[in-house]
């Protein structure tokens, strides 16, 4: 998403309001007929009364407000929220989609067997061990890392079992595959599941799901008319104490099942849903399953595409990396060398700035006697300063720097 701002100018916005109506000047700006009736209100700018446009259109002249002068501001600044389209990864999704309408139809199909068994074996697995489930509360719970988990009142296996049958089906005709090597045994909790231990699921598109089935059952509980009994007369009072009926709350309640399914896909490893849907006053799962699992599909087929355009862009990023570390490593060397050149230049400039005084020093007339012994060994420094020469001078490069008596930390 990126952000525009667009100028509204008074004048403009008075002439295309009584010109058009509300409701297409305020596509034009991208905002609701609400929020340009505020943006006029703002500036000051008359808005056309309720049937102005019904009796401009059966002919009647309507008088137009004019525009009043205001002291507001003459313009108005709106800010866009603009979605910015990738057109690389919607190009690739296009060919992907292309080629996948042509894999696997849209309708899929789905027929039921006479006898009631399950077609799949996925499904035939989650009916042997639903047989062995206990009703709880009134329903029927599993959640033993199987690729569904299942919270369901009894009357509704069976329509629960049919429906994940059909939607097996559907996963494997758009190229779906379930994973059933994690076996649910007995040690596995049925109301908290360990996150650490692998689940069996469906990969969609190298997208781990798994499916989660519940019912809407309503609890109300059981109230009990408790009677105290009839007490006895009290010697102190001629009063006689009469039985009161009490209303306990009782710790039993009663369960009425919905018949009102809801199907969630969520990724595995995670509590958080791709996709859901559900029962409804007007529609069934039935109806709209094979919708729900295109939008499953498509979904995960764009997250396929992202993943696969995230790791092209981190392997050119390593290795555009890469060859970075290769030219820096160059360019240090180069440098270093660099370095050690212009420290033999500044010795040798030393050097010949020597030489150039003992030259001259020789030349002088007046040279001074005790200076004259010494061009020699000024001489000699030039050439242990040269850098082309490099002569020995065992005096000083012998001799060490620090005392060694002494030991320094640093």
């Not at 190009?91 to 027929?111: D, G, H, N, Q, W």
């Amino acid at each position: 998403m990126t952000w525009q701002e667009i100028t509204i100018n008074r004048q403009t916005l008075y002439e295309e309001i009584w010109k058009e109506p509300m409701t297409t000047v305020s596509k034009r700006y991208d905002l609701s007929d609400v929020g340009l009736r505020k943006i006029c209100i703002k500036l000051d700018i008359p808005i056309p009364n309720r049937g102005y446009w019904t009796k401009l259109k059966n002919g009647k002249v309507v008088a137009k407000e004019s525009l009043p002068k205001s002291e507001l501001p003459d313009t108005y600044i709106h800010t866009l929220n603009i979605p910015v389209i990738d057109e690389e990864f919607e190009k690739r999704v296009s060919t992907a989609r292309l080629s996948r309408s042509l894999l696997f139809p849209i309708k899929f199909e789905y027929e039921n067997t006479a006898d009631g068994t399950m077609r799949n074996k996925e499904v035939k697995q989650i009916q042997k061990i639903s047989e062995k489930l206990k009703v709880v509360d009134g329903a029927v719970s599993l959640t033993r890392n199987t690729w569904v988990d299942i919270n369901i009142s009894p009357c509704s296996l069976q329509r629960t079992l049919i429906l994940l049958d059909r939607f097996v089906s559907a996963i494997k005709q758009v190229g779906g595959s379930f994973n059933l090597d994690r076996i649910p045994s007995q040690t596995d909790s049925t109301y908290r599941r360990d996150k650490t231990i692998d689940r069996c699921y469906f990969e969609l598109h190298r997208e781990k799901y798994y499916i989660r089935v519940k019912e809407r059952i309503r609890c109300e509980p059981i109230t009990e008319d408790v009677s105290p009994g009839v007490f006895k007369q009290p010697k102190d009072s001629n009063s006689y104490r009469k039985p009161v009926l009490r209303t306990l709350n009782s710790n039993k309640y009663n369960y009425a099942p919905s018949g009102k399914l809801h199907l969630m896909v969520c990724y595995v490893g995670c509590n958080s849903g791709l996709n859901t849907t559900e029962d409804t006053s007007a529609t069934r799962i039935e109806d709209k399953l094979d919708a729900f699992i295109l939008r499953v599909e498509e979904f995960s087929l764009r997250r396929k595409i992202e993943v696969e355009i995230r790791e092209e862009k981190r392997l050119e990023r390593e290795r555009q990396s890469q060859a970075w570390r290769v030219q820096k490593a160059q360019k240090d060397a180069l440098l270093k060398k660099l370095k050690t050149f212009v420290f033999m230049a500044r010795k040798l400039d030393r050097a010949e700035s020597l030489r150039r005084f003992v030259r001259c020093a020789r030349n002088h007339p007046k040279l001074n006697a005790e200076l004259m012994k010494d061009l020699e060994l000024a001489e000699f420094m030039a050439d242990w300063l040269d850098p082309l020469v490099a002569r020995s001078w065992p005096e000083v490069d012998d001799v060490s720097d620090h005392d060694p008596a002494y030991k320094y930390s640093w």
